[in-house]
């Protein structure tokens, strides 16, 4: 049994040292970095990583996929660049791999400094595309039926064997449709209380206007495509309307980055149609 990392990057110079120094030496690391004009891909090289640079920015879940399979590791551990592990995360990690040898995945407890720590239940396929409450999250290791793809460890024969990330998924969902489909395939998540990883929520590729509106049409792009795949209730002329309002009441109150992020969802949800019938759930 063994650990491999995996970081895509985009522009995340601010951040990525942390990240990469956290890792313990000795560990395999593979940095993926999606068409940066920053420094990125100079530091991922300063700091010892194995680094693959796209021409093009080919999304989280494709670069993911990228970096997974360079990895000789049996378990391949996805880390955002804007998170960093805590002292001991992986080698919990690895004590709850042993213990639970046949699961499909593990997720440590992500925390956000300064913010209540979140956990949510379900992915979004299994919750029939409703909303999913945020919980108290498990003591211990516990069973759960969603781990969060900012920071991912996945039995690397599995992953590879279900075609890891759907690669139609630009960005977001990508970890919500990873998970419901090991689910699909009896495999158990577990969740590791005691591995601890520290994360900037949009913190890779810093804030700008611009950014809000890009994560903002990926959003929704993505919880559309979701949806169609797996054949949840999704009114896009519904959710078409909602953001057409928020984007209007944005620009009567001049809130800038509000009017960008409607804006986002708006452009995506009238602009994107999937290519492909729904389909029922069957994991592909």
């Known amino acids: 049994m063994s650990i491999g ?16 120094e956290s890792i313990p030496s000795g560990y395999e690391a593979v940095v993926v970095d999606n068409a940066s004009k920053d420094n990125s891909v100079q530091i991922a090289r300063s700091l010892g990583a ?6 093009k920015n080919t999304g989280f879940g494709s670069a993911c996929n990228t970096g ?25 990690m690895e004590k709850a791999i042993e213990l639970y040898p046949e699961a499909g995945g593990f997720g440590p407890a992500i925390k956000t400094v300064g913010k ?9 396929p299994q919750n029939q595309g409703r909303p999913s409450k945020t919980d108290v999250p498990p003591a211990g290791l516990s069973e759960v039926d969603f781990l969060d793809g900012a920071a991912l460890v996945c039995n690397l024969e599995l992953f590879l064997k279900l075609g ?11 970890d919500d449709d990873l998970c419901y489909r090991m689910r699909l ?29 890009f994560r903002s049409f990926h959003a929704a792009r993505s ?18 309307r909602r953001a057409g ?14 009017a960008a992020n409607s804006l986002g969802a708006l452009i995506a949800l009238s602009s994107y149609k999937p290519s492909y019938r729904r389909q029922s759930h069957d994991g592909n």
């Open 5 to 20: 990392f995996a970081i895509v990057t985009y522009n995340s110079e601010r951040v990525l040292p942390a990240c990469l």
């Open 50 to 55: 194995r680094t693959i640079v796209n021409e």
């Open 68 to 92: 997974a399979k360079l990895l000789s590791a049996s378990h391949v551990f996805f880390l955002n660049p804007d998170a960093v592990l805590a002292e001991g995360a992986v080698s919990e």
């Open 116 to 124: 209540r720590q979140k956990f949510r239940k379900h992915s979004y």
């Open 164 to 174: 890891g990330f759907d690669e139609r998924i630009f960005l977001y969902y990508d």
């Open 185 to 213: 395939q009896n495999k158990t998540l577990i969740y590791v209380a005691r591995a601890e990883v520290y994360h900037q929520r949009n913190g890779s590729s810093g804030r700008s206007i611009y950014l809000d509106y």
């Open 223 to 240: 919880r559309m495509f979701i949806s169609y795949k797996y054949g949840l209730q999704f009114d896009a002329k519904r959710e078409r």
């Open 245 to 258: 309002i928020l984007f209007l009441r944005a620009m009567v109150t001049l809130n800038v980055r509000k």
